[in-house]
């Protein structure tokens, strides 16, 4: 039996005000629509906050000061594993770009837990409810 590829990737929970950015993959994705608590791939050389800050750039031009080791996650996908680590960050300010997403914005506790997320950014959701208070 094929071992399935592992997909080493960050992500972050990015404050700004009181608020959680969340942002849905956009229409050419397999999973429009479905929320994410962005971040990405970690590159050769990269730590973990470097990637994050990267990606968050890239993705959404939003500056972040990514504070510290929130959490990791593993979830299997049908064609890959994905391993996730995931980092607390404040956004600089609450300007961003979509680049790669269809719609984002900054929400509150209530608001985030109503969003439908991917299925590994939903083991973050459980720990939100349990753990973190915004």
Known sequence: MKSKVIK?????LIFYEGKLFAAARNEKDE?????????GKVETGETGQEALKREIFEELAMDIKVKSFCMHVSHEYSTFQLE????????TSDNFVLNVHQSAGFY????????PFLGADLKIIDYI??????
Request: no cysteine; proline share 3%.
């Open 31 to 39: 999973r429009f629509g479905k929320y994410e608590f962005p971040g």
């Open 108 to 115: 509150t506790k209530e608001q985030i837990l109503k969003l």
């Open 84 to 91: 996730m680590d995931v980092y607390f960050a404040d956004a």
């Open 129 to 134: 409810k349990e753990h973190v208070d915004f």
């Open 8 to 12: 080493k990737v960050v992500a972050g």
